[in-house]
């Protein structure tokens, strides 16, 4: 099952504008990983921020954490049309080992227009 | 240094048989998850495999099961297919747990059409 969800379920914005995407989550975690898919292909990790952090930052990526609202925000700066793709969050609640399964969101599509 | 590499890309199987899909870790990773991605959702976890033995299930029933090689490469085969087996299917590769080191990462996935 989703641990989660991702809000919005879509998003347009125009080239050079920031964008703005949250995730929810049901349970504690050790960690949580924003990625990206373009058109149904691998994912690549973007990001990940651990539950003791609030706040990470990698180039045009801005992570929040809130662990006491159970939800994270990724935003991105100054979006290029390269942006278009599904974005998704993943929860790892393991704490003995650390990279156990990840538990994925439902995805935001963000569609970047040139 | 190569990435995860799965193969094949896609392929397509009629109900009732089998399929088995194969993945190459990163160079330096030891564990091998896998995923299923159903059209329009997020991955969710199949099994993870590390030192040969399965280390974690989601939830799924027993048709679908999977290998760990001594290289650290891995298969999952699928028994009995079922039209709602159709979905990309994500191998992911990690260092060894409790490294610390926490990012998976994802190989371009098998796309299984079944008819």
């Known amino acids: 099952s989703q641990q989660g969800e991702e809000d919005p379920q879509a998003l347009s914005i125009q080239e050079g504008e920031n964008a703005t995407m949250n995730c929810s989550y049901k349970?504690?975690?050790?960690?949580l990983q924003w990625y990206r898919q373009n058109s149904g292909r691998g994912l690549v990790h973007l990001i990940l921020?651990?539950?003791?952090?609030r706040e990470k930052h990698s180039g045009r990526l801005r992570v929040t954490l809130d662990t006491s609202k159970k939800s994270s925000s990724l935003l991105i700066t100054a979006s290029r049309a390269a942006d278009t793709a599904s974005y998704f969050c993943?929860?790892?609640?393991?704490?003995?080992?650390?990279?156990?399964?990840?538990?994925f969101g439902t995805g935001t599509r963000l569609t970047i227009i040139p | 240094d190569a990435g995860v590499t799965q193969s094949p890309t896609h392929l397509i199987k009629t109900r009732g048989q089998q399929v088995t899909l194969r993945c190459s870790p990163k160079?330096?990773?030891?564990?091998v998850s896998w995923y299923q991605q159903a059209l329009g959702q997020g991955p969710q976890f199949i099994f993870q495999?590390?030192?040969?033995?399965?280390?974690q299930r989601g939830n799924f029933p027993d048709r679908f099961s999977g290998h760990q090689f001594p290289n650290y490469s891995s298969e999952l085969n699928v028994n009995a297919l079922l039209l709602g087996d159709s979905a990309l299917y994500l191998c992911?590769?990690?260092?060894?747990?409790?490294?610390?080191?926490?990012?998976?990462?994802f190989g371009p996935g098998t796309r299984l059409t079944v008819t």
């Open positions: 992911a590769s990690s260092p060894a747990p409790g490294q610390g080191r926490n990012e998976q990462y």
């Open positions: 993943a929860t790892d609640a393991s704490w003995n080992f650390g990279n156990e399964k990840l538990t």
């Open positions: 349970t504690s975690i050790n960690n």
């Open positions: 921020i651990r539950s003791n952090e």
């Open positions: 495999y590390y030192e040969e033995e399965e280390r």
């Open positions: 160079s330096g990773h030891d564990t």
